[in-house]
Structure formats: structure tokens, C-alpha cells
């Protein structure tokens, strides 16, 4: 089963529909023990990242996460959920994250001179081996919605070209993030989904 993390941000009808789509068992919840019980765990999240951390916290589950995420159970960040994995977001100030990943977020908006939000399809461009990629190819179109993004990490293992190479995936281990939002991108988007479901028996 497949544990769908709720702590108000955001609707998450379009992630379970893929992940039931896909024959994945999943339940949105903010129960610690759902979590610990879970044979894989999604972070979701949209929105401003200090507002985000602060309703993680205020659920109590942060402590669960980590632990659950350091003890090898896959961990998936979605867009927001992604960057709250890594250690710090220059959005409006600065923000701790959880630091499950080498890393920080930064405005779009002081390297580029295209339009910010970055909203819509972009291609794909990575080097065959990362297991959430396992059944995409590059090129492949993913839907994002962001204005900030991930900067000096060493674990992007996918890109599009947004003006700068945006991190379209990160990964490291059993902890991986998307920026763009799979279970709105189509068929390429399922195929992300569906590669993380079969992690460690996330599908059982």
C-alpha cells in the first residue's frame, strides 16, 4: 500500500485516481502509523514552502517520515513535496527542509528571463538507470507548475530546459522527488507512477 501524505495542501484527487488507476493500493492519510505500516510513501504538495513545513510539523509525522525514509522505505516528493526533501528553500525568506536530500530551492525568477511561473510541458532529457525512469524515454513530455527550483544538488538524475536545466527528478537511494507532476502528465506520467509502485513491494 502506498501512503499518500495529507497535511492540507493541496487536492490529491488526481493522485489516487493514477495510482488506482494503475491497480496501486493507496490511502491519504496523516496517521503516523499508516506510515509506518505503508510499503511506500508520497509526499505531495503545492504551494509556498514556509506555510508547507509548517503544516508537515504541525501533523507530527515529520519525525515518522524521516524515519521511515532512513530505515530504506521508498519516498516519493511531488513538486512542493520534492523540494521540502531537500535541506533548505530560499522562498520568501529562508526555510528549513528536511534534509533527506543534498540541496536547496531557489526563485526562478533571478536566473531567467522567461516567464515565471514555469507552467506547462517540457521534455524530459536523462541517462537511462534511475528506477523511476525505468520504463520512460527520454524525450518525454511532464507537466510542471513552479516557480522556484532545485539548485546545487548532486542528485539530479533528469532535466528539461526551461531557459536553465530545471531538475525535473532527483534521486538518491529510496528517496526520490519530481518537480513536475506525474499523475498530470499523461502517459509518461503514469509509467513514473507505476515504476515507483513496484519499489520494494509498494504494490502488495
Known amino acids: 500500500m502506498i501512503a499518500i501524505i495529507d497535511y492540507g495542501v493541496g487536492n490529491l484527487f488526481s ?3 493514477s495510482l488506482s488507476y494503475l491497480g496501486l493500493e493507496n490511502e491519504v492519510t496523516d496517521s503516523a502509523e499508516a506510515l509506518r505500516q505503508a510499503d511506500a510513501i508520497i509526499l505531495p504538495g503545492v504551494g509556498a514552502f514556509g506555510d508547507a513545513t509548517k503544516k508537515l510539523h504541525a501533523t507530527g509525522l ?14 516519493l516528493g511531488i513538486c512542493l513535496g520534492m523540494q521540502l526533501l531537500f535541506e533548505r528553500s530560499f522562498e520568501y525568506g529562508e526555510h528549513e527542509g528536511l534534509a533527506l536530500l543534498p ?6 525568477s533571478a536566473d531567467i528571463s522567461l516567464k515565471v511561473p514555469h507552467i506547462g510541458w517540457n521534455s524530459l532529457q536523462f541517462t537511462p538507470g534511475c528506477p523511476l525512469l525505468k520504463y520512460n524515454t527520454p524525450g518525454d513530455y511532464v507537466y510542471y507548475v513552479h516557480s522556484f527550483y532545485l539548485k546545487n544538488s548532486p542528485v539530479v538524475v533528469a532535466t528539461s530546459d526551461y531557459g536553465v536545466a530545471i531538475p525535473g527528478v532527483a534521486a538518491r537511494g529510496n528517496v526520490y522527488g519530481c518537480q513536475f507532476h506525474p499523475e498530470k502528465s499523461g502517459a509518461a506520467g503514469l509509467q513514473i ?10 504494490n502488495a
Open 15 to 17: 493522485l489516487t485516481s
Open 62 to 75: 515529520v519525525e515518522t517520515i524521516l524515519s521511515e525514509a532512513h530505515a530504506g522505505k521508498p519516498l
Open 103 to 108: 540541496g536547496e530551492i531557489a526563485p526562478l
Open 193 to 202: 507512477l507505476r515504476a515507483f509502485g513496484e519499489l520494494k513491494g509498494a
